[in-house]
Protein backbone atom coordinates (compact mmCIF):
# COMPACT_ATOMS: atom_id res chain seq x y z
CA UNK A 1 0.00 0.00 0.00
CA UNK A 2 1.13 3.69 -0.66
CA UNK A 3 2.72 5.29 1.90
CA UNK A 4 0.75 8.77 1.38
CA UNK A 5 0.05 10.58 4.57
CA UNK A 6 -3.52 10.63 5.57
CA UNK A 7 -3.01 14.39 6.28
CA UNK A 8 -2.66 14.60 2.40
CA UNK A 9 -5.71 12.98 1.57
CA UNK A 10 -8.11 14.63 3.48
CA UNK A 11 -10.40 16.61 1.25
CA UNK A 12 -13.16 18.69 3.58
CA UNK A 13 -12.63 18.94 7.31
CA UNK A 14 -14.59 21.08 9.83
CA UNK A 15 -16.19 20.35 13.21
CA UNK A 16 -18.93 18.44 12.03
CA UNK A 17 -17.31 16.47 9.14
CA UNK A 18 -14.23 14.98 8.01
CA UNK A 19 -14.52 13.78 4.38
CA UNK A 20 -10.77 11.56 3.03
CA UNK A 21 -9.52 10.19 -0.13
CA UNK A 22 -9.54 6.21 0.34
CA UNK A 23 -7.16 4.03 -1.26
CA UNK A 24 -8.00 1.22 -3.30
CA UNK A 25 -7.31 -1.62 -0.76
CA UNK A 26 -7.75 0.05 2.15
CA UNK A 27 -10.80 -1.22 4.24
CA UNK A 28 -13.53 1.97 5.55
CA UNK A 29 -14.68 -0.19 8.53
CA UNK A 30 -12.62 -3.11 10.42
CA UNK A 31 -13.90 -6.63 9.01
CA UNK A 32 -12.96 -10.63 9.35
CA UNK A 33 -9.47 -9.64 7.77
CA UNK A 34 -8.19 -7.78 10.95
CA UNK A 35 -6.53 -5.14 8.57
CA UNK A 36 -6.34 -1.56 10.26
CA UNK A 37 -9.45 0.08 8.75
CA UNK A 38 -9.44 3.83 7.31
CA UNK A 39 -11.92 4.60 10.11
CA UNK A 40 -8.88 4.00 12.76
CA UNK A 41 -6.66 6.16 10.63
CA UNK A 42 -8.96 9.14 10.44
CA UNK A 43 -9.41 8.74 14.52
CA UNK A 44 -5.27 8.84 15.17
CA UNK A 45 -5.41 11.89 12.80
CA UNK A 46 -7.78 13.82 14.82
CA UNK A 47 -6.29 12.65 18.26
CA UNK A 48 -3.06 13.96 17.44
CA UNK A 49 -4.20 16.81 15.54
CA UNK A 50 -6.27 18.19 18.34
CA UNK A 51 -4.84 16.73 21.36
CA UNK A 52 -7.92 15.23 22.00
CA UNK A 53 -7.88 12.67 25.37
CA UNK A 54 -9.24 9.10 25.17
CA UNK A 55 -11.59 7.78 22.78
CA UNK A 56 -12.38 9.59 19.88
CA UNK A 57 -15.96 10.00 18.11
CA UNK A 58 -16.09 9.09 14.60
CA UNK A 59 -19.30 7.68 12.73
CA UNK A 60 -19.27 6.25 9.30
CA UNK A 61 -21.67 8.24 7.07
CA UNK A 62 -21.37 5.36 3.80
CA UNK A 63 -18.73 3.12 3.06
CA UNK A 64 -17.03 1.97 -0.62
CA UNK A 65 -15.50 -1.31 -1.47
CA UNK A 66 -12.41 -2.22 -0.67
CA UNK A 67 -11.14 -2.29 -3.81
CA UNK A 68 -12.77 0.93 -5.27
CA UNK A 69 -11.05 4.53 -4.84
CA UNK A 70 -12.22 8.37 -3.49
CA UNK A 71 -14.56 9.78 -1.30
CA UNK A 72 -15.60 8.74 1.90
CA UNK A 73 -17.72 10.77 4.44
CA UNK A 74 -17.47 10.71 8.36
CA UNK A 75 -19.33 12.65 10.95
CA UNK A 76 -17.19 13.83 13.87
CA UNK A 77 -20.29 14.29 16.25
CA UNK A 78 -23.65 12.28 17.09
CA UNK A 79 -25.87 15.07 15.50
CA UNK A 80 -23.80 15.37 12.29
CA UNK A 81 -24.24 11.66 11.67
CA UNK A 82 -27.77 11.54 12.75
CA UNK A 83 -28.76 14.16 10.09
CA UNK A 84 -26.25 12.49 7.12
CA UNK A 85 -28.00 9.22 7.70
CA UNK A 86 -31.20 11.17 7.09
CA UNK A 87 -29.60 12.81 4.47
CA UNK A 88 -29.33 9.04 2.69
CA UNK A 89 -32.39 7.93 3.85
CA UNK A 90 -34.29 10.50 1.73
CA UNK A 91 -31.75 10.45 -0.95
CA UNK A 92 -30.63 13.80 -0.79
CA UNK A 93 -26.95 13.40 -1.25
CA UNK A 94 -25.61 13.07 -4.90
CA UNK A 95 -22.78 10.77 -5.19
CA UNK A 96 -20.73 10.50 -8.77
CA UNK A 97 -18.43 7.94 -9.69
CA UNK A 98 -15.90 7.11 -12.66
CA UNK A 99 -16.07 3.80 -13.82
CA UNK A 100 -13.43 2.69 -16.73
CA UNK A 101 -15.00 -0.10 -18.68
CA UNK A 102 -13.34 -1.92 -21.48
CA UNK A 103 -16.42 -2.38 -23.98
CA UNK A 104 -18.54 0.59 -25.22
CA UNK A 105 -22.10 1.13 -23.55
CA UNK A 106 -25.21 0.53 -25.28
CA UNK A 107 -26.16 4.41 -25.41
CA UNK A 108 -23.97 7.47 -24.71
CA UNK A 109 -26.36 8.17 -21.93
CA UNK A 110 -28.41 5.66 -20.16
CA UNK A 111 -31.02 4.95 -16.66
CA UNK A 112 -30.35 1.63 -15.80
CA UNK A 113 -33.53 -0.22 -13.39
CA UNK A 114 -32.68 -3.40 -12.37
CA UNK A 115 -33.27 -6.14 -9.25
CA UNK A 116 -30.56 -6.91 -7.00
CA UNK A 117 -30.35 -9.96 -4.74
CA UNK A 118 -27.13 -10.01 -2.41
CA UNK A 119 -25.46 -13.65 -1.97
CA UNK A 120 -23.86 -13.09 1.25
CA UNK A 121 -21.28 -16.11 1.06
CA UNK A 122 -20.20 -15.35 -2.41
CA UNK A 123 -19.99 -11.19 -1.25
CA UNK A 124 -21.74 -11.21 -4.96
CA UNK A 125 -24.64 -9.16 -5.83
CA UNK A 126 -26.59 -10.71 -9.15
CA UNK A 127 -28.88 -8.36 -11.58
CA UNK A 128 -32.41 -9.39 -12.39
CA UNK A 129 -34.94 -7.85 -15.05
CA UNK A 130 -37.83 -8.67 -12.50
CA UNK A 131 -37.84 -8.75 -8.52
CA UNK A 132 -37.16 -11.93 -6.96
CA UNK A 133 -36.63 -13.46 -3.31
CA UNK A 134 -34.78 -10.95 -1.27
CA UNK A 135 -33.92 -8.34 -4.00
CA UNK A 136 -33.76 -4.41 -4.14
CA UNK A 137 -34.70 -2.11 -6.71
CA UNK A 138 -31.27 -0.50 -7.72
CA UNK A 139 -31.49 2.77 -9.90
CA UNK A 140 -28.01 4.87 -11.34
CA UNK A 141 -27.67 6.61 -14.80
CA UNK A 142 -24.66 7.21 -16.23
CA UNK A 143 -23.02 9.05 -18.81
CA UNK A 144 -20.10 8.51 -21.63
CA UNK A 145 -17.24 10.93 -20.56
CA UNK A 146 -14.24 10.40 -22.90
CA UNK A 147 -12.75 7.34 -24.59
CA UNK A 148 -9.24 6.07 -24.69
CA UNK A 149 -7.48 3.68 -27.65
CA UNK A 150 -8.79 0.92 -25.56
CA UNK A 151 -11.26 1.97 -22.67
CA UNK A 152 -14.27 4.52 -21.56
CA UNK A 153 -14.98 6.57 -19.05
CA UNK A 154 -18.22 6.81 -17.72
CA UNK A 155 -19.73 9.40 -15.12
CA UNK A 156 -22.18 7.33 -13.00
CA UNK A 157 -24.58 8.87 -10.83
CA UNK A 158 -25.73 6.80 -8.03
CA UNK A 159 -29.39 7.17 -7.19
CA UNK A 160 -30.05 4.06 -4.91
CA UNK A 161 -27.09 2.57 -2.82
CA UNK A 162 -26.75 -1.07 -3.50
CA UNK A 163 -23.83 -3.81 -2.63
CA UNK A 164 -21.90 -3.68 -5.27
CA UNK A 165 -24.67 -1.56 -7.38
CA UNK A 166 -22.36 -0.21 -10.09
CA UNK A 167 -19.97 -3.21 -10.37
CA UNK A 168 -23.26 -5.91 -11.23
CA UNK A 169 -24.91 -3.04 -13.12
CA UNK A 170 -22.97 -1.80 -15.61
CA UNK A 171 -21.60 -5.82 -15.84
CA UNK A 172 -25.20 -6.31 -17.08
CA UNK A 173 -25.06 -4.18 -19.91
CA UNK A 174 -21.83 -5.78 -21.32
CA UNK A 175 -19.78 -3.29 -19.59
CA UNK A 176 -17.73 -5.12 -16.52
CA UNK A 177 -15.09 -2.26 -14.69
CA UNK A 178 -11.36 -3.01 -15.51
CA UNK A 179 -9.62 -5.11 -13.28
CA UNK A 180 -13.28 -6.61 -11.87
CA UNK A 181 -12.82 -10.02 -12.00
CA UNK A 182 -15.96 -10.70 -9.87
CA UNK A 183 -17.76 -9.36 -12.44
CA UNK A 184 -16.72 -10.11 -15.52
CA UNK A 185 -13.47 -8.23 -16.47
CA UNK A 186 -10.99 -10.73 -17.77
CA UNK A 187 -8.07 -9.74 -15.99
CA UNK A 188 -7.06 -8.06 -12.87
CA UNK A 189 -5.35 -4.40 -12.25
CA UNK A 190 -1.87 -5.00 -10.95
CA UNK A 191 -2.36 -3.26 -7.71
CA UNK A 192 -5.71 -5.26 -6.89
CA UNK A 193 -7.91 -2.48 -7.13
CA UNK A 194 -10.98 -2.13 -9.63
CA UNK A 195 -11.00 1.06 -11.89
CA UNK A 196 -13.88 2.79 -10.35
CA UNK A 197 -13.97 5.52 -8.20
CA UNK A 198 -15.88 7.97 -5.70
CA UNK A 199 -15.49 11.42 -7.72
CA UNK A 200 -17.73 13.92 -6.10
CA UNK A 201 -20.43 14.30 -3.75
CA UNK A 202 -23.28 17.19 -2.79
CA UNK A 203 -25.31 17.67 0.10
CA UNK A 204 -26.35 20.33 1.97
CA UNK A 205 -24.41 20.62 5.38
CA UNK A 206 -26.29 19.02 8.02
CA UNK A 207 -25.14 21.63 10.63
CA UNK A 208 -24.34 24.78 8.34
CA UNK A 209 -26.93 24.25 6.44
CA UNK A 210 -25.20 25.23 3.41
CA UNK A 211 -24.26 23.75 0.25
CA UNK A 212 -21.31 21.32 0.03
CA UNK A 213 -19.50 19.75 -2.87
CA UNK A 214 -16.51 18.05 -2.65
CA UNK A 215 -14.35 16.33 -5.40
CA UNK A 216 -11.64 14.44 -5.91
CA UNK A 217 -8.80 12.78 -8.49
CA UNK A 218 -8.70 9.50 -8.87
CA UNK A 219 -5.04 7.50 -7.83
CA UNK A 220 -2.32 8.62 -10.13
CA UNK A 221 -1.48 5.92 -12.68
CA UNK A 222 -1.47 5.96 -16.75
CA UNK A 223 -4.84 5.23 -17.64
CA UNK A 224 -6.18 7.48 -15.15
CA UNK A 225 -4.17 10.35 -15.65
CA UNK A 226 -4.90 10.70 -19.37
CA UNK A 227 -8.49 10.50 -18.45
CA UNK A 228 -7.71 13.47 -16.02
CA UNK A 229 -5.86 15.23 -18.60
CA UNK A 230 -8.39 14.80 -21.33
CA UNK A 231 -10.71 15.72 -18.98
CA UNK A 232 -9.51 19.25 -17.83
CA UNK A 233 -8.90 20.04 -22.51
Known amino acids: MTTTKLSDRILFEDNHLIV ?41 VHRIDRPVSGIVVFARTGKALSRMNELIKQREIRKTYWAVVKNEPPAINGNLFHHLRRDQKKNKSFVYEKPVDNSKEAKLSYSLVVTSQDYFLLEVNLITGRHHQIRAQLSKIGCPIKGDLKYGFPRSNKDGSISLHARSIEFIHPVKKSSLKVVCDPPSEPLWDYFIEICKL
Open 20 to 60: VNKLPSEIVQGDKTGDQPLSELVKQYLKEKYNKPGNVFLGV
